[in-house]
């Protein structure tokens, strides 16, 4: 009785073993897929296909599905059948969403002989839109019992808030006296109060903030505030506007206490668990912000340049 038992056990072994090998031996890859996309823009997906035996089928199908992270609804489904001399390389060419709202993945299945047999995803490196800051070191600050930028306590209104390296008040850029014109050479002003959406990948979280604060580390880096560079930052200085220059911890974006317990998924408690994440960032209209914690006391205070504080000291970077 033993020895059968035995000989059945090792008997599903071989059988799982075969199986594995076989996994093993069809190998899917997705080498090229952009981490930006922007609406009605195309766009192509390549892979590769690898396998000891090529001529082991007789078709064989890439199925791609292009999905939002956060629904898993799927946007858009193509596929592809390999060449007829089973090359192994594979291109899904001139790709185009009509609408991207939320962070999309790409899913590939190896279809062999009408027969599923791998599945590939990119979901742990998403695609946002164009518009998305990706990959941006976030800290979080504490601005109760002081001042903002502003000249506005952040004790009082949207305890959901932020700040971006972007004041649009009183001061001088390439040789233009601001303080006169009340806007910068981008046409961009009052920033207060607008709104941003953050994506904290790892938790798979949203939340939304408003714009109450400057910084961290310097009041003007437009560059990567409203167009697709990185932040100045990163560089690991700040631009010495405090008199002199300090070594920073390379983050783009600070937020509230409230902001980074929401997206780490913890309760109220003294501090957050984290001080230092890496999340994604864009700037959102009004009407696009959804019902939340962060709606509960919306701050609708102006900006006034004549109460703007230049010495402000709210800022504090925690690594």
Known sequence: MKRTAFLIINLILIVFLITACSNESQQLYLNSFPEKITSNESFDIKGEYLTEDPYKYEEIEILLSVKEVESDQTLLDEKKTLTEDKSQQ????????????????????LVAD?????????????????????????????????????????????????????RDFAFEVDGVDQENVGEDYYGIKDVKNRWIEIYYPEEDRYVYAQWRDVGPWNIYDPHYVFEDE???????????????????????LDVSPKVMKYLIDQDDGEEPDKGKIVTNWRLVDEEQVPDGPWQQNVSTKKSDKETINLETETLQNID
């Open 90 to 109: 594979f291109i899904f060419k001139d790709l185009a969403l009509e609408k991207i709202e939320k962070a999309v993945y790409f899913e590939l299945k």
């Open 114 to 166: 009408g027969e599923y047999i791998i599945t590939l995803d990119s979901k742990n490196k998403a695609s946002f839109r164009a518009d998305w800051k990706n990959n941006i070191i976030t800290t979080y600050f504490d601005g109760s019992g002081g001042t903002n930028t502003w000249g506005e306590s952040l004790d009082k209104g949207n305890q959901y808030y932020f700040a971006l390296p972007y």
């Open 230 to 252: 990185r932040p100045y930052a990163e560089i690991g200085i700040d631009m010495g506007w405090l008199g002199y220059y300090r070594e920073t911890n390379k983050a783009g």
